[in-house]
């Protein structure tokens, strides 16, 4: 009876794994299969995807600019910036310049995640160093002795993933920052 019963179910395993094996080994199948893919249509679906992310981060940040009542100035890349106290007089921040902050970054609801009072202040080289993209751009419109308030969408924050430490994936941030000071890179 053993016997019988496997002798049947070899031969119903050979009956539907041969021809599939024939079948997944055919060329003319699998070439028909990569006429099937087509890289301009998943492209297109990305860009629609990523078209709907910053459509709903930009969103939340005019919701947050209503609900916190402050004329943020928004520019073609996104960022917002409002300078709630502008210093009388200061250096313009520059491409190439070093410059020292005080910050605090936080999620638009009000979740702080990192500050210079746990952490120290920041000092970097405008547009060159490892920091968010969103505050090389941003500090470019701010002089020594500002304080502003930026919004960064997550493109130019920490994008799709997150930092994978207190930023979620896609979210964009708030940035407080001072800045301290602005000194002229020497080469």
Known sequence: MIFRFSQYMFKYLALVFIPMLFICCNPDVQQDEKKSFNKEKVKQQFVKANQQVVIKESDEMDYYQKSHNMPFVKTTGGIRYYIYKASPKGDSVKTDDIIKINYK????????????????????????????????????????????????????AHGLLGDSKKIPPQSPIVYDVEILSVKKQQH
Do not use: Q, R
Not at 124 to 153: Q, R, T
């Open 105 to 156: 970054v936080s999620l638009l609801d009000g979740t702080e995640c990192y500050s210079s009072e746990t952490e120290g202040a920041k000092e970097f080289v405008v547009g060159m160093e490892n920091i968010e993209d969103g505050i090389h751009k941003a500090v470019l419109f701010l002089k020594s002795g500002d304080k502003a308030l930026i919004l960064i969408p997550s493109h130019l």
